[in-house]
């Protein structure tokens, strides 16, 4: 495999330029310092633990205010996507310890100090990581969307200036001019603990909120003696635009009613030819989840949810009026793996993640239980042989490619899951019972007499096999085949009989009574055949005797 270093020489640069313009990106939307945080590329250390590279790492220096300095691997034989949410997962780190939630010397989050044992699966799960990965995929969903923008995805130019960005008529608007008239988000509240709206509108120089106690709250705030938290109110009563959410998040920081529980964001922009927009970093599906709080923020800035355009990250062919945009899509029964292959809830598949190969058993492997609004899934792991991935676990989609499962190819010595042969022999005969009623009649005697006999066979069969999969059994194994095998000779042979002694009864009763056994059955209904004939022959042994 080609490392980053061929890769960025042989696609002149344009990778490179690619992570220099998500490191730019992200300082942007997080509003981070850039005089205090360096980008550099070098060689990484191997995980002793996982025995993988590192992707990329930063540094904080102990004094304050906070030096950075991020490291990406150039060694790195990862796709470019992988390293930018690397990134994105570092610079979270950043954001955390600005916030002051995580002290990366003392390992203390939010207050509370953590035992840190790297390379395990319960540093994994560390609150800070937790929340680093999650973030990761936003911020990388949010270049992606920036980068998508028309010509960017393909020449990747130069970011503007900032990142809400949006394109009408080839031209770029962002947020930090006069088009941006309103900032609002939909966000988990740390006091009530409800889903809430919070925003502000340049229109009327004031914030709204789904919750009355909040606005109250910075009024407060405003008429306080804090001259930090005023100054923190005043900067949006005196701005020209509609501020960025990051700005908002920080405020309700101040209110102690955020802890980056942020559900979805929007804005509204006012552009040329009297066209407004208000648009989403989040999909569609996500968006609609929360539409009566998105009215009632676009009433609040001043204009008619019915009236204005909508544009959201997972769509890329325009504007969508109202109408459009809230009948949009519906719920995603599957996901699209790294293959092009489609894998819906209960399906298996493999982690890609310790090697590019899916049937290198270094690989977990998961169950899909469960494909979210976000077209991503919920995995519960099924085999392991990691640290970082605990088997009955479950977990969001990884930032990790997906491949399909395929039993034979992963275990070519190991016999199939019963479950498996069950759902193909189920399949098999399902196929062929609609083949015998649908074409029967145009087949051969011989011909169908074997079609039935097959159909018959895989009947006993899958009988069987559910009842051994029942008693604990879980493999097809050369054992379960042979008593399979038997069992279903034997039961072959005995329903062959049963069909060889009914047809004897016909043919006897058709003798006994002269007439067709249609007839025969019209006018004994109910009597069965072998007692109908007991009885005729009885009364036929009583007449001769009478005569």
């Known amino acids: 495999m080609v490392s980053l270093n061929s890769i960025l020489n042989e696609s002149a640069d344009q990778n490179i330029d690619r992570i220099k313009a998500a490191y730019k990106f992200f300082i942007q939307h997080l509003g981070l310092p850039a005089e205090r945080i360096k980008l550099k590329f070098g060689s990484l250390s191997v995980d002793p633990d996982s025995g993988l590279p590192t992707q990329a790492s930063v540094f904080v220096s102990k004094d304050k205010p906070h030096k950075y300095v991020i490291t990406v691997n150039s060694a790195s034989t990862v796709g470019v996507s992988d390293l930018i949410r690397h990134l994105a997962h570092e610079f979270q780190h950043i954001v955390q310890t600005e916030s002051g939630r995580f002290d990366v010397y003392t390992h203390t989050w939010d207050g509370t100090t953590y035992e840190v044992n790297k390379g395990t699966q319960e540093y994994y799960n560390l609150p800070w990581e937790r929340d680093a990965r999650k973030a990761a995929f936003e911020l990388e969903l949010a270049f992606t969307r920036y980068m998508r923008d028309k010509g960017a995805s393909k020449s990747y130019k130069k970011l503007n200036e900032n990142p809400d960005t949006i394109v009408y008529k080839g031209q770029y608007y962002v947020y930090s001019t006069t088009h941006n008239k309103a900032s609002f988000m939909i966000y988990k509240d740390s006091k009530t603990n409800k889903d809430t709206m919070f925003g502000f509108s340049v229109n009327s120089k004031d914030f709204f909120s789904s919750d009355p106690d909040v606005i109250k709250e910075i009024k407060e705030l405003e008429n306080g003696l804090d001259f930090y938290k005023k100054q923190k109110v005043e900067e949006f009563r005196n701005a020209t635009n509609g501020k960025g959410h990051y700005a908002l998040e920080k405020l309700l920081m101040e209110l102690n009613r955020y802890d980056n529980s942020g559900l979805t964001r929007g804005r509204i ?83 890609v993640y310790a090697s590019p190969d899916p049937n290198d058993l270094a690989n977990p492997e998961a169950e899909i239980i469960k494909i979210g609004d976000d077209n991503r899934a919920t995995l519960k792991i099924t085999y392991s042989e990691s640290k970082y991935f605990e088997v009955g676990s479950e977990m969001d989609e990884p930032g990790y490619y997906l491949l399909p499962f395929n039993q034979k190819a992963r275990y070519p010595n190991r016999a199939e899951s019963l479950e498996s042969v069950i759902d193909e022999k189920t399949k098999e005969f399902v196929d062929k019972r609609a083949k015998l009623h649908t074409t029967g009649a145009s087949l051969t005697t011989a011909e169908k ?54 047809y004897s009864l016909i043919q006897q009763a ?8 249609a007839q025969i059955r019209q006018k004994y209904r109910g009597v069965p055949l072998d007692q109908l004939i007991k009885k005729e022959s009885l009364y036929r042994k009583i007449m001769n005797q009478i005569l």
């Open 449 to 502: 007499e074997t079609l039935e006999v097959e159909v018959d066979k895989l009947e006993i069969e899958i009988k069987l096999l559910r009842d051994i999969l029942d008693s604990g059994e879980k493999f097809y194994t050369d054992n379960v085949k042979d008593v399979v095998n038997k069992s279903v000779e034997r039961k072959l042979h005995s329903k062959k009989k049963e069909k060889q002694d009914q």
């Open 510 to 517: 058709e003798k006994q009574f002269g007439m067709p056994i």
């Open 269 to 351: 922009f006012e552009l040329p030819d009297a066209v407004t927009v208000c648009t989403f970093w989040e999909p569609t599906r996500t968006v609609l989840k929360y539409l009566k709080f998105y009215e009632e923020a676009i009433k609040a800035s001043g204009y008619d949810p019915t009236k204005i355009l909508y544009e959201s990250y997972d769509n890329s062919k325009g504007f969508m009026s109202y109408e459009e945009f809230i009948t949009k899509g519906t719920a995603p029964s599957a996901i699209t793996l790294k293959n092009g292959e489609k894998a819906k809830v209960g399906d298996k598949v493999v982690i």
